[in-house]
């Protein structure tokens, strides 16, 4: 079993910058950022190959989002710059640590294990 912690998030203002920690306490194939809000689907907005380094991102957030990996600390990192109130969310840290076949990665049953999420509210 695989805990994972998440920790960096806040209430900021329009325009500005948070970093999203996730602590994995083992290793993993792929480690993702997801974001909910009430009454929506779980949205994959990051992922990164612990391998290979390869990284993936939502289309609403390519451009102004940067994921991250430390393999030595299992860590992984989720820079969230020029922050809008449509970000606002409960972002959760995402492992998949055994092959979840052949989902892309933003599929929440893609992966196996879910940290307890962290708020990140933006206003206007």
């Known amino acids: 079993q695989v805990r994972l912690q998440e920790s960096g998030g806040g209430s900021v203002q329009a325009g500005e910058s948070l970093r999203l920690s996730c602590v994995a306490s083992?290793?993993?194939?792929?480690m993702a950022w997801f974001r909910q809000t009430p009454g929506e689907e779980r949205e994959g907005v990051a992922a990164i190959y612990t391998g290979g380094g390869h990284t993936y991102y939502a289309d609403s957030v390519a451009d102004r989002f940067a994921i991250s990996l430390e393999n030595d600390k299992n860590t992984i990192y989720l820079q969230m710059n020029n922050l809008k109130p449509e970000d606002t969310a409960m972002y959760y840290c995402?492992?998949?640590?055994?092959?979840?076949?052949?989902?892309?990665?933003?599929?929440?049953?893609?992966?196996?294990?879910w940290g307890q999420g962290t708020q990140v509210t933006v206003s206007s």
């Open positions: 083992g290793r993993a194939i792929v």
């Open positions: 995402a492992a998949e640590v055994k092959d979840g076949g052949p989902l892309k990665w933003h599929f929440p049953r893609r992966y196996d294990h």
